[in-house]
Each structure stands twice: as C-alpha cells, then as structure tokens.
C-alpha cells in the first residue's frame, strides 16, 4: 500500500482565496483524521470521520474550514476565504476500525500552507 | 478529558549519550499511550504504544517507554543517541478504544556530534 497521500505537498495562496487540501486513506481504514501544525500551537486535531460520516468537529477553527468525504477512499479540507493565520502543515491520517488506538493512526506527509 | 504534557519543548544530548524525553498524563481511567515521532518534512511515524499489557514497552530504532501509574508518566528513553535520532517526538493518549488520540506539544530531539 502506498500509504496516506495528500495533495498538494505544498501550496502558496493568496489572502482570501479559496484552498482544498486533498486525502487519500489506506484502503480498508475506515477513520480518517485532519490534523494542523503549527509552532505555536501544536498538533491540533480540527475533523475526525468514521464510515464518511463525521463523528467530530470540534477542533474546526471558524466557520471558514469545512471538510467533506464522499466516499471511503478521498476526503478534502477547504478553507474559504484563507487567511494568513491559517498558514500551518495540515496532516491526514487514517485508521482501522475500533481498535484505532491499539495500533496508532498512519499519517500522510502532510500539506504546508502558506497564506501570504 | 485526557491529555499529555511534554517537559521540554527541545533536548539536546551528544551522541552516544542516554536520551530522556519526559511525558505525563492526565487521565481518570487507565490510558493508552503512544509515542510517535516526525522527522523533517514527514508525517509522524508510530515508536511505540502502551495497551495496558507489560508496562516496560520497547519500540523501533532501540526505543523504550515506561508505564508509571503511580507517576503518572510514560517517558521515553534510549541508551545511546544516534544522529539519526534527530527529530520532534510526540507523546499522545487516548482513553479508550473508541477515544480519539490526543497530542502532546512535541519536543525537538537535537544530537550533538
């Protein structure tokens, strides 16, 4: 298995446009996490699904950030409009079943943001 | 709720020298807990995780962590540091297997030549 993969690794936008982070889970899992860094605050966990349906979003910032997954195997974070506060790493990571945290999720390489 | 605290936001030891990064954990159950680690430019990699079987528990790369009720802590050490070792490590817990998993703050790993 090729593992999480996300895309883009890297994107540079403008204050107030609209940016789409992309997740592809391991096949079978079927919990995805979106996870943000940053320096200030951490690894903070914003989305978490279970069967595509979200179980918890708590740890959306604002209304701005939304997150959606269709099917078992593609989710997307969006942020519109961006700002430069959002500028972070956003992590995706994903799991199977209830024994979740026997066996530890498995992270993509992320996604650094930079909102200028 | 649960959560972890890190002592330490950076650690710097030569090589060869024992490496201790501190853990604590706040819980009103038995946890389970994890270490996970990132090196630069990746995503985090699992080290280790205590589930409540031996409280001595060993990972990759010669790591180890120790489960201290009493002291409520799980610190991670190993005998002798590598440059390899360089890296954030995170320790995270979760409360049960239905729990999500939360994360400490990090600390930076440095490995003096």
């Known amino acids: 298995d090729a593992g999480v993969i996300q895309s883009p690794r890297h994107e540079v936008t403008e204050m107030g446009q609209e940016v789409t982070l992309r997740c592809k889970p391991i096949?079978?899992?079927?919990?995805l996490f979106w996870y943000r860094q940053t320096m200030m605050r951490g690894l903070e966990l914003l989305i978490y699904?279970?069967?595509?349906?979200?179980?918890?979003d708590s740890g959306m910032p604002e209304d701005r950030f939304s997150a959606k997954m269709p099917n078992a195997s593609f989710s997307t974070l969006k942020i519109q409009p961006s700002e430069p506060r959002d500028s972070a790493v956003y992590f995706c990571?994903?799991?199977?079943?209830?024994?979740?945290?026997?066996?530890?999720?498995?992270f993509g390489s992320g996604t650094r943001l930079t909102v200028v | 709720a649960q959560s972890v605290t890190q002592l330490g936001s950076h650690v710097s030891v030569s090589e060869g020298a024992l490496v201790l990064l501190r853990c604590n954990y706040s819980?009103?159950?038995?946890?389970?807990l994890f270490w996970y680690v990132q090196y630069p430019n990746q995503g985090l990699q699992l080290l280790l995780k205590?589930?409540?079987?031996?409280?001595l528990v060993k990972g990759i790369n010669g790591f180890e962590a120790e489960f201290k009720k009493s002291e409520t802590s799980f610190h991670l050490t190993k005998p002798s540091a590598h440059m390899s070792d360089a890296a954030e490590y995170f320790c995270?817990?979760?409360?049960?297997?239905?729990?999500?998993?939360?994360f400490g703050k990090g600390t930076r790993l440095h490995i003096l030549p």
């Open positions: 990571a994903s799991s199977f079943g209830r024994d979740a945290p026997l066996y530890g999720y498995t």
């Open positions: 096949s079978g899992h079927d919990y």
């Open positions: 699904f279970n069967n595509n349906v979200p179980i918890d």
């Open positions: 819980s009103s159950v038995p946890p389970y």
């Open positions: 205590y589930t409540s079987a031996a409280t």
């Open positions: 995270a817990v979760s409360l049960n297997r239905d729990d999500k998993i939360i």
